[in-house]
């Protein structure tokens, strides 16, 4: 431990971790007993999954947003300022150190899962970012290296009408001398400056605090996701571990509960093409059950729509030979049996790992079918409640039986962008659940169908069970929420998307059936088919 003395008092920084808040540019060297390494990850998973739940529940942020989150890092994850002690800040420290690398080796294993962990540790970074102090960002830039440097009150006043010009009519000087300003190289905020918002001189920008996260979550991004790709490359070296790898196993399954993502080449049953039209109508979700029709009106999908839609019938059992005679009987009632075969057979089996790098290819996830690859004109792929517009969705409800009250829920829900939150309202009214006793709220379109065959599939008895554990798990919900005072499911925020232990005494333990989503992140990139030139994209 060490004192430095900034502006006559006195500062204490622990040489190992000389700030809470870190980017872990080196993994951490030292000794964790088995115990540590699962308590840890998992303490860190319940907060990811927290922020996780809290982007779902309140897109627009605010004071909501921040309590949940709070709330969850203060359980699980907490970081005390240095002057709490040394004992308690490095074990803190250590704990989130620790934990980031763990967790790292788990969802370092797909590309999906890395872009889970990637967008969550971010968010988690910037929320706790903003919560800093100007001395306390000097103390985390100088412990990461990173030269940005604060520039006295006397230069930002000096400078006013040109950081006044740079940031626009809107700002007042005011604003100006009372927001913490960085000086940067320009080569650090390239975007703030082609954009103009900030002031050049120099060879170095003047950057509001205001800006400085995007660029410190921009340095951050880009270094873990670099060391994500690498830690997938180097995890084959971990196999022979018999201590970790059941660990880590365990832990990976708690994403999204049943883990639909990282389930390549694993499917829910056998199906066979025969029964499609019926299950579409009673277990699919909008987005495939649109698809569907799509392809019985038009006798032929465009690319977006196959993948989308193929990947699906695949996951759900339905195997190669199913999938070619589905095809092949739909498409050739407008086109002959060579230009099928010539044309759209190579994709089938690309798609169910015979073709190219004979990759076993999974389908696709909520997150993915709302962010990536928007429908265009012609296109039938994507999410209803996502790229419909009102009317559109309005109709397609009533067409699917839903009534004009629960029309009104989910258009209310989708109007204030909770997409996947309106599906599991759909799920509700459609499988006649009363409102909050799906036990999910919905992330992928398989995670529904098994859903829906649990409902439906079994006989009378099998229904009746799993449909009284469903109510059951909601009275106990309501009973516990309404302890807490908090909001249930006739009340404003009843789409809470937590649920707890069996005896619900933890609201800690967050629900691993909960969404995957980033409906105002950037859009998730296109999934990376290989043999690119090979496939047909009409």
């Not at 599991?424 to 999910?440: C, D, I, N, V, W």
Request: aromatic fraction near 10%; hydrophobic fraction near 35%.
């Amino acid at each position: 431990m060490q004192h430095i003395r900034k502006g006559g008092n006195k500062v204490t920084v622990f040489r190992e971790y000389p700030h809470k808040l870190s980017i872990y540019p080196l993994p951490p060297i030292q000794e964790v007993s088995l115990e540590e390494f699962e308590t840890f990850a998992a303490d860190r998973l319940k907060v990811l999954k927290a922020i996780e739940l809290a982007r779902i529940k309140f897109p627009k942020r605010g004071v909501e947003y921040n309590g949940l989150v709070n709330d969850a890092i203060r359980k699980y994850m907490p970081l005390s300022e240095n002057d709490q002690g040394e004992d308690i800040c490095v074990a803190e420290r250590r704990k989130d150190h620790i934990s980031h690398y763990i967790l790292r080796l788990v969802y370092c294993r797909s590309e999906d899962l890395r872009r889970w962990f990637l967008m969550h540790e971010l968010e988690l970074f910037r929320f706790k970012f903003v919560a800093e102090t100007q001395a306390q960002i000097v103390t985390f830039l100088k412990a990461n290296d990173l030269s940005y440097v604060p520039i006295p009150n006397e230069e930002k006043a000096q400078l006013l009408p040109l950081l006044q010009a740079s940031a626009g009519p809107t700002v007042s000087p005011q604003d100006i001398l009372s927001e913490d300003y960085f000086k940067l190289p320009f080569l650090a905020a390239l975007e703030l400056v082609r954009s103009r918002r900030v002031y050049l001189q120099g060879g170095a920008v003047y950057v509001p605090r205001r800006e400085l996260v995007s660029i410190l979550s921009g340095v951050y991004r880009s270094r873990l996701s670099s060391a994500l790709a690498q830690t997938s490359r180097a995890l084959p070296n971990l196999e022979e571990d018999e201590r970790l790898v059941p660990l880590l196993n365990a832990l990976a399954k708690q994403y999204l509960g049943s883990d639909y993502l990282s389930q390549r080449g694993q499917v829910t049953g056998n199906i066979t093409s025969e029964q499609v039209d019926g299950l579409s109508t009673t277990s699919f979700s909008p987005c495939m059950r649109n698809l569907h029709q799509a392809l019985r009106g038009n006798h032929h999908l465009r690319h977006g729509g196959r993948m989308q839609y193929g990947l699906f019938l695949k996951s759900i059992g339905l195997h190669l030979d199913e999938a070619m005679r589905f095809w092949r009987t739909e498409f050739t009632r407008i086109m002959g049996a060579d230009k099928f075969d010539k044309s759209y057979a190579y994709n089938i089996r690309h798609n169910y790992g015979k073709e190219g790098k004979r990759t076993d290819y999974s389908s696709y996830s909520c997150a993915k079918i709302i962010t990536s690859n928007n429908p265009g004109v012609g296109d039938h792929h994507g999410c209803p409640f996502r790229h419909f517009d009102a009317e559109h969705l309005r109709q397609k409800m009533y067409e699917y039986g839903v009534a004009s009250g629960g029309i009104k829920e989910i258009i209310g829900l989708v109007q204030g962008n909770q997409f996947q939150v309106a599906c599991t309202r759909y799920f509700e009214l459609t499988h006649k659940l009363p409102q909050g006793a799906s036990p999910m709220i919905v992330s992928h379109p398989r995670q529904f169908y098994d859903e829906s065959r649990k409902l439906l599939g079994g006989n009378d008895e099998q229904q009746q069970q799993h449909r009284s554990q469903l109510l059951t798990m909601r009275e106990k919900r309501e009973q516990f929420l309404a302890a807490r005072g908090l909001p249930t499911s006739g009340s404003p925020g009843a789409h809470m998307s937590i649920s707890y232990d069996d005896n619900f005494d933890e609201i800690g333990d967050i629900s691993m059936d909960a969404a995957t989503t980033e409906v105002l992140a950037a859009a998730e990139a296109a999934a990376d088919f290989d043999d690119a030139d090979d496939m047909d994209f009409d």
